[in-house]
């Protein structure tokens, strides 16, 4: 069956889809695989979709998008997993913004209940020149597989107590800094659900070369893919040259989305520069330092994020916790500077290929 979509999500990006497309009436039940649906409902809010281009459009009822089966974890979002069989016909959710599709089993109420998804078929591709025998689509479809270059470039990670902890604007703001310096910068979003916005906002401050685990063919990361994705992404970025890489995590440290394997990996921590926490209060970033280090033997080089929004939890956190605080929003300059300042001995001189 062919069919006319009027929006095709963005974790579906690796497929370079076009709005015509043909469906199958089977639908393999597992992550990644891609699928047409149909919204049903309207909603004011959590109502965009993230196209392939990470513009954000609205959902309507009606509308058939394309996007990719896989789960959720989200606290401040929705849970939802892929369900053990999928049917033409069922009902499904819109679990993210990215086109991530499954059954929703619990959700924050801040957000309020998920877009029904009629499921219509799954995504056929054509790799063949001239056939016209479709294969069932999968985001794996021409994701990066990592390559032999060695990573000798510094890796800044931004690791949070929780999602919207703050981890996105201090990285572009290290990001930016690092840029201005001279250096080719590398940005990864190495965990999480599928979404563009995050490293968007990394090449916007300045980074040369974007790259998250959905390029590697990833939806959403867990404990079996989060340091497996993490050595693809360096690999990737080494490959391309850059002087040193900020690498975001998805959630938080104590999250389900595979952050530990990163944390508890002997190799990906040798290449760490420095390690920046994003907290939201006070005892997060007490509590989130002291886990650090004595679940991972990882000493924070500086706390960012809401726990630092004024002079009381910059004061908090260095006179108590002991760490230097600096405020991506309120003074973006100085946490970059920070950091610069701690991977000087690495980086050297700056300079732009």
């Not at 021409?142 to 201090?170: D, E, H, I, R």
Request: aromatic share 4%.
């Amino acid at each position: 069956m062919k069919v006319f979509v009027d929006k095709v999500g963005s974790v579906t990006r690796n497929l370079g889809l076009g709005r015509t497309v043909h469906l199958a009436h089977e639908v393999k039940a597992e992550e990644g695989a891609v699928v047409a649906v149909r919204i049903h409902g309207d909603k004011s809010t959590y109502n965009q979709l993230e196209d392939v281009h990470g513009r954000l459009v609205t959902l309507h009822a009606g509308d058939i998008v394309v996007g990719a089966l896989g789960h959720r974890n989200a606290l401040h979002g929705y849970e939802g997993v892929v369900p053990e069989t999928v049917t033409v016909g069922e009902r499904l959710h819109v679990l993210n913004m990215g086109g991530v599709i499954g059954k929703c089993t619990s959700h924050n109420h801040g957000v309020g209940l998920p877009f029904e998804a009629e499921v219509l078929g799954q995504v056929l591709e054509f790799p063949e020149l001239m056939s016209r025998t479709g294969q069932p689509a999968h985001v794996s479809s021409g994701a990066l597989k990592g390559t032999s270059s060695p990573v000798k470039c510094p890796v800044v990670y931004v690791v949070g107590t929780c999602m919207n902890a703050g981890k996105t604007f201090a990285a572009a703001a290290m990001v930016r800094k690092l840029a201005q310096a001279g250096f080719r910068v590398g940005g990864a979003k190495l965990t999480g659900v599928s979404l563009m916005r995050d490293t968007l906002s990394m090449q916007d401050s300045g980074a040369d070369v974007v790259m998250d685990f959905t390029d590697a063919g990833i939806v959403c990361t867990g404990p079996r893919t989060g340091a497996r994705v993490a050595r693809v992404l360096f690999s990737e970025l080494a490959a391309e040259n850059v002087d040193v890489i900020v690498a975001e995590t998805g959630d938080g440290i104590m999250g389900e989305y595979g952050v530990q394997g990163i944390l508890a990996d002997p190799e990906l921590k040798s290449l760490a520069g420095a390690w920046v926490l994003c907290a939201n209060d006070p005892v997060g970033a007490s509590g989130g330092v002291r886990h650090l280090r004595e679940a991972y033997g990882i000493d924070v080089d500086v706390v960012a994020g809401p726990a630092t929004d004024n002079a009381v939890g910059v004061r908090f956190v260095e006179q108590v916790v002991g760490i230097p605080a600096r405020n991506a929003r309120a003074d973006a300059a100085a946490l970059g500077g920070l950091i610069l300042e701690k991977l000087a001995p690495k980086l050297g001189a700056g300079r732009k290929s």
